[in-house]
C-alpha cells in the first residue's frame, strides 16, 4: 500500500518531478544531512529550491513496528505548527509505503524558505545579529510565543534545539524538523517542557547574556518578573542535562 499526497501549491516541474514517492526517491540532489533513519536532500526544480526528506525507517525501537512512523508525524506536527499560527516551511508533498502492514520507506518534502539560517549556524559563526541587543529581542519573542503555544496545546517538540530554528532576513521565525513532537499530559508533559526549554538554553547560555536568557524566560511566561513557581522550573531548565552528556 502507497499514499502520496502533493499538498502545496508547485509548479509544474516540480509536480513532475514529485508526482510519485518512487519518483522521489530517484531523485538526486545536494545532500544536506545523514542518518541511520533518513537523508535530506536539496533539490533545484523549476527555479524553485525544496527540501526533500527521504525515511526508509519507521522510527527506533517499537516505533518500527507499531505507531505512527517518523515521516508521517513530521507531517501531521507541521501541519498543527502551520494551524496554530506557528511559522513553518511550507509543505509541498508527503507519503509513504507499507508492505504486509509494515513501513518500507516514506518522504517529506518542503519547500525552502529564503534567506535563512539556522540559529545553530549562527551561534558557531559568532553571527553579528546575535550581538544585537533589538534583533534578539525580536527573536526571543516570536521564539517564547511558538514555545507557549506548543506547551499550550499539551504538544512537545521533543528536539527544540537552535538547529531547528530558522531565521530569514527579515528577522521572523521559522521552525523545522519535529518528527518526534507529540501530544502529552499531566508529569510527562511537565518533564517535556523542561527539556524543550533546557534545549533552547544549552545554546543559549553560550551566546546569550543572562538578562537576555531571564527576558525570553519572563516572555515565555507572560511575566514581566519571576512569579510563584519560576525559580523551580529556571532550576530544573538549568540543569537538565547535568549527568546526561
Wanted: a positive charge; glycine letters at 8%.
Amino acid at each position: 500500500m502507497s499514499r502520496w499526497r502533493i499538498v502545496g501549491e508547485v509548479n509544474a516541474d516540480a509536480a513532475r518531478a514529485f508526482a510519485s514517492l518512487e519518483v522521489v526517491f530517484a531523485l538526486s540532489g545536494e545532500q544536506i544531512t545523514r542518518d541511520p533513519l533518513s537523508e535530506v536532500l536539496r533539490v533545484s526544480v523549476g527555479g524553485q529550491r525544496f527540501y526533500v526528506k527521504r525515511y526508509w525507517a519507521a522510527g527506533k525501537g517499537v516505533r518500527r513496528f507499531i505507531g505512527r512512523s517518523r515521516v508521517e508525524a513530521e507531517w501531521q506536527n507541521l501541519q498543527h505548527f502551520h494551524d496554530w499560527g506557528i511559522a513553518v516551511a511550507p509543505l509541498a508533498a508527503w507519503g509513504l509505503e507499507r508492505r504486509a502492514g509494515l513501513f518500507r520507506r516514506g518522504a517529506l518534502i518542503t519547500l525552502e524558505v529564503p534567506g535563512t539560517t539556522d540559529m545553530a549556524a549562527m551561534a558557531l559563526v559568532g553571527d553579528a545579529r546575535l550581538a544585537d541587543p533589538h534583533w534578539v529581542r525580536h527573536v526571543s519573542e516570536q521564539l517564547a510565543n511558538a514555545a507557549r503555544t506548543l506547551h499550550e496545546h499539551n504538544f512537545a517538540h521533543n528536539d527544540l534545539k537552535w538547529r531547528n530554528l530558522l531565521v530569514n532576513e527579515a528577522g521572523k521565525l521559522f521552525l523545522i524538523d519535529c518528527p518526534s513532537g507529540d501530544f502529552w499530559w499531566g508529569p510527562f508533559l511537565r518533564h517535556r517542557v523542561v527539556k524543550d526549554l533546557a534545549c533552547l538554553d544549552k545554546v543559549a547560555r553560550y551566546t546569550l547574556s543572562r538578562t537576555q536568557r531571564l527576558r525570553f524566560f519572563l516572555l515565555y511566561r507572560r511575566r514581566a518578573r519571576i512569579g510563584v513557581g519560576d525559580k523551580a522550573l529556571i532550576r530544573k531548565i538549568l540543569t537538565y542535562f547535568e549527568g546526561r552528556e
